[in-house]
């Protein structure tokens, strides 16, 4: 029933997971149960898991199957709160990089290994800039994310070697590196927050954000340190207030925190704060509440949407305010219809963007075809509409003027040949194009070619398209990024999105195309497949750099954390041909960092549980970041690099831990392979194929599957992936 669900129309699908959902609960498979709770989305149905059971060992799984998901939820028993708040997080991942050997910090170098590179172009001497070593600075930060250890931040004053808001995210890269470990986190970073420089303060409190990124206490020291930033008004700058809230939409993604809720919900509403502050609030609250459909949220950010003067919806920022409100509906689409309604009273452009970004979130991972065809049509047939209504036009046009033309022609000849029998012979030999002086100014004749009149409405009607476009076409980059967000959900899905967005990128308009190789990174996210990053590569090398810039991050995103060596190469050959484009190389650093991302132990994929649960607080950071990308020079490129930093709620290792009963570490053997699907299959098929067997801890690639090899264990979850806790079988009888 549930491998069903993709191929059905709603609501059928929901009824099926429902249904499913019961039979597992009635049969006590809690693991499951729990995974199609979090598919629906429904905090009841996973409340009613926690309570089918007493068994603090199966709650505790439970828990961490949430933690992966960066679910909130509240119980009584501390110990499974722990497990939820993933508290054991970082220990864990300690134990994996302990054991596979990876301790020792990298330093950039080691990644684009230079003496590889070779360029037919000599490095200009401007290219040692602050932006070079800004990229080092993130380079930095995602290879070395989790291991609480690096040799070039703190050793280096790197700091001082970056400018301007470069500063900001050099700070902010110590929180990656120390990722889910809070104590040394904050340290790190103390030595930052009381600094005068206010880009050295923000990063630090940036910082904070991200190395607590999806652990929680219940001291909430995170929340309280950054409270004080963004109250603190007169003392601080504005760039202080942003990362604070930035900071605090990374840290509690997902968690559903009421304190949140109520320090920025009012900084949306509150038109003294600038309309960055104000989006970026906006942005903070979707990704703390993703998929909840909060009404509190919507009415405020629907309310301060309304409030705005047209010029302020054209601001670039206004995106991150109108995605900020997508996220609340992530998956919700039987819950969207009301807000759709509401939209329409925003008389503006933005708001048919808005409406396609609520559709999209809505509806991913769906398949939904119905969806798709409108997404198609959104970016296609506006351009065919117009055309073919501008061809009518023109045709009325020219044959009301040829009629006009011909009647002044014939009142002209009639004029001549009563006043000036001379003129005739002239004027019929010249043809209708020639002027007479002596015939009065109201009868000249007009040439058929190209009307005046018609040629002036046309320029004035180029001029409003052109200003039209630069207001309206959002909503189309928003519509490619929505076909990879819908297909994304099943295979075959995603197989045909990629053959429709090479159709997008020969017919698309410049943002269609700035948005095709985003969305091509968002369907395979560290899934890198051959036919995927070489259209990339080829896409790398486009006309329009904003395309190129796009697509080399987007062979970032495909590798992400898979070290993987054909793409490594690609991106070090792009390395020397954008050896003087500053903007070039810094893409290129970056997509080089993310490939080796944890060096190689860590995933930016959505997908988890046998890739039957799409993460929802995953899909809102990428998605965060690709719309960012969708104007590059304005956001990622500019001043506000940071902003790369909402990646890190999708940053999972992807790792296979196993714990005994008192939840520390022990070693078991486990076959891992490709995974085959074996549903409606008889008997007892094999479920992977081509596997080796490891001893735990062992990383498990993108489609990958692992089992137990022996029948000594038994595992508490259904699928072995994260952490898994595992018991010992009484029944057991060991075979010489």
């Known amino acids: 029933m549930v491998a069903c669900v993709s191929l059905l129309a709603p609501p059928d699908d929901l009824a099926f997971l429902n249904t499913a959902f019961t039979t597992y609960l009635e049969h006590n498979q809690l693991t499951e149960a729990l995974t199609l709770a979090i598919r629906l989305g429904d905090d009841s149905l996973i409340k009613t898991v926690f309570d089918a059971t007493d068994d603090v060992l199966i709650q505790k799984q439970l828990g961490f199957i949430l933690a992966r998901q960066n679910y909130g939820l509240n119980v009584e028993n501390e110990e499974v709160q722990q497990c939820i708040n993933n508290n054991h997080a970082h220990r864990y991942f300690q134990y994996l990089v302990t054991e596979l050997n990876l301790l020792a910090p990298k330093v950039p170098e080691d990644i684009y290994k230079s003496h590889l590179e070779t360029s037919f ?58 990722l889910w470990n809070v104590e040394n986190g904050l340290q790190a970073l103390d030595q930052f927050q009381y600094n005068e420089n206010a880009n050295l303060k923000a990063g630090a409190v940036l910082g904070m954000g991200i190395s607590t990124n999806g652990v929680h206490d219940d001291v909430e020291s995170t929340y309280y340190l950054l409270e004080e930033f963004i109250h603190n008004r007169e003392g601080g700058d504005a760039i202080v207030v942003a990362s604070a809230i930035t900071g605090l939409g990374i840290a509690y993604a997902g968690s559903e925190n009421e304190n949140v809720l109520n320090l920025l919900s009012p900084i949306v509403s509150d038109s003294e704060y600038t309309l960055e502050i104000q989006s970026l609030s906006a942005l903070a609250l979707g990704h703390t509440y993703v998929g909840t459909c909060n009404g509190e949220i919507t009415d405020t950010i629907l309310q301060s949407l309304l409030e705005k003067d047209s010029t302020q919806l054209t601001s670039k920022w206004i995106r991150f305010m109108c995605l900020g409100l997508g996220l609340l509906y992530m998956g919700k689409y039987d819950q969207v219809e009301d807000v759709l309604d509401t939209i329409d009273a925003i008389e503006h452009p933005i708001s048919k ?73 002239t004027a019929e030999t010249v043809g209708e194009e020639m002027v007479v002086d002596p015939i009065p100014g109201d009868l000249k004749p007009i040439s058929t070619s190209e009307p005046a009149t018609s040629s002036t409405v046309k320029a004035d009607e180029k001029v409003e398209d052109d200003n039209d476009d630069e207001e309206d076409d959002l909503f189309e980059g928003f519509a490619v990024l929505g076909l990879a967000l819908i297909c994304m959900g099943e295979e075959i899905g995603q197989e045909m999105s990629l053959r429709h967005f090479e159709h997008l990128m020969h017919y698309g308009k410049p943002i269609i195309k700035r948005a095709v190789p985003l969305a091509m990174g968002l369907v395979s996210t560290s899934n890198p497949q051959m036919n995927v990053f070489e259209t990339l590569s080829r896409y790398s090398h486009d006309q329009d750099l904003e395309v190129a810039y796009n697509a080399i991050f987007s062979m970032g995103l495909v590798g992400a954390g898979t070290n993987n060596a054909r793409l490594a190469q690609l991106l070090r050959q792009l390395a020397s041909y954008y050896i003087n484009d500053e903007n070039g190389l810094f893409v290129s650093r970056i997509a080089q960092g993310l490939i080796h991302l944890g060096k190689g132990t860590m995933t930016l994929s959505p997908f988890s549980i046998d890739k039957q649960n799409i993460s929802n607080v995953s899909l809102a950071s990428l998605l965060t970041v690709c719309i960012a990308l969708l104007d590059p020079k304005s956001f990622i490129l500019d001043q506000n690099s940071s902003l790369l930093y909402y990646l890190t709620p999708s940053i999972k290792p992807r790792m296979l831990v196993t714990v005994d009963e008192t939840l520390e570490p022990i070693k078991v053997n486990v076959r891992v392979g490709q995974a085959v699907d074996t549903v409606g299959l008889a008997g007892k098929p094999k479920t992977i194929t081509g596997w080796v067997t490891h001893s735990t801890p062992v990383l498990l690639g993108f489609g990958e599957r692992a089992e137990l090899e022996t029948d000594e264990y038994i595992s508490y979850a259904s699928s072995l992936e994260g952490v898994v806790i595992l018991k010992k079988n009484p029944d057991y009888e060991k075979y010489d």
């Open 121 to 178: 172009y000599p490095p200009s001497s401007k290219m040692e800039s602050g932006k070079k070593n800004l990229a080092a600075a993130f380079v930095n930060g995602f290879i070395n994310a989790g291991y609480s250890d690096e040799k070039l931040i703190s050793k280096e004053k790197w700091v001082y070697k970056t400018k301007d808001e470069g500063r900001l995210s050099t700070v902010a890269s110590l929180g990656l590196v120390n």
């Open 353 to 425: 963007s808005l409406k396609v970004l609520i559709k999209i979130c809505s509806y991913v991972g769906t398949g939904n075809v119905l969806q798709v065809q409108e997404l198609l049509q959104l970016c296609t047939t506006k351009a065919k509409e117009e055309s073919d209504d501008e061809d009518e036009e023109d045709e009325e046009d020219e044959e009301n003027d040829e009629a006009v033309s011909n009647e002044i022609a014939a009142e002209m000849r009639n004029v001549a040949e009563a006043q000036l029998p001379t003129v005739t012979a």
